[in-house]
């Protein structure tokens, strides 16, 4: 079987030679953002906070090692983000491409009325103003590189969730931080045009993702079969689903007509249950997601 991650289709997205700045990068969709985008020959700027170290042996091990530079930046601080990405422009001369990617999902359940302010500001730190601050950063670059010459246009990938799209119980804090990069795509589209008549902005919104982040929940027994019960396709994304769909709405060639979209990677989830129980092979979703 191909390496999921690796394996290309026979399709020229016109990545080769351009620099792609992603935060979160020592994430499990981050990793995956970076495996994608370095197979069809990008330069990376990966970003890592809290996982800075691991994500430099991660990358030292990787054969693309030489076309990647691990950065480490406090995303809450608007000042760290644009220092992040000057030593990037530094590093590679210009950043053709932005995935906002770094979040965060508070783990513990709590109620909206239950839950602590800390914790609030944390999540709204972490999901929606990181991913602010990150764009106003990369817009400001782009600013100062002027757009491409050869008419490839910048472009900016949100990475949302279902949670701001259909809601989340104990979880409202997450969902309004998600729910809040819709009113980016929609804003910055229309910016980021000002500074490159052809650069675009849009979104990938995941639903559950098999990454390390919730592998304790995915672990509960009857878990996946609750999760699957709300989707035509009876099964888990993986991280490499995502990365795929980001580097679709990156590439110049295949996507240079796309912007203000929200593309969702979700198993056609609709916020309400389609299958009985009985109807979820939860043991055959686990099997399938090893497999792959």
Known sequence: MEDPILYRANVDLQLANKTILITGASGGIGRALSEVFAAEGASLALCGSTRHAELVTYVRGRDWQARAACFAADLSDPLAVGELFAQAVQRFGRIDACVANAGAWPRANELLHEASVERIRATLDANLFSALWTARAFLDSLRKSGPRPDGHGASLVF??????????????????????????????????????????????????????????????????????????????????????????????????????????????????????????????????????
């Open 159 to 292: 990475i949302g969730s279902t949670a701001g799209r259909f809601g989340e119980r104990h979880h409202a804090d997450y969902a309004c931080a998600k729910a809040g990069l819709l009113g980016l795509v929609n804003s910055l589209k229309n910016e980021i045009a000002l500074l490159d008549p052809f650069g675009r902005v849009n979104m990938v919104q995941p639903g559950w993702t098999a990454t390390h982040m919730v592998r304790p929940e995915l672990d509960q027994p009857g878990t996946i079969q609750r999760i699957t019960r709300t989707m035509p396709l009876r099964q888990l994304a993986r991280a490499v689903d995502i990365a795929r769909a980001v580097a679709v709405l990156c590439s110049p060639a295949v996507s240079r007509h796309v912007s203000g979209e929200v593309l969702s990677v979700a198993g056609g989830m609709e916020g309400r249950v389609l299958w009985d129980a009985q109807d979820v092979d939860e043991a055959a979703v686990r099997r399938r997601l090893k497999e792959s």
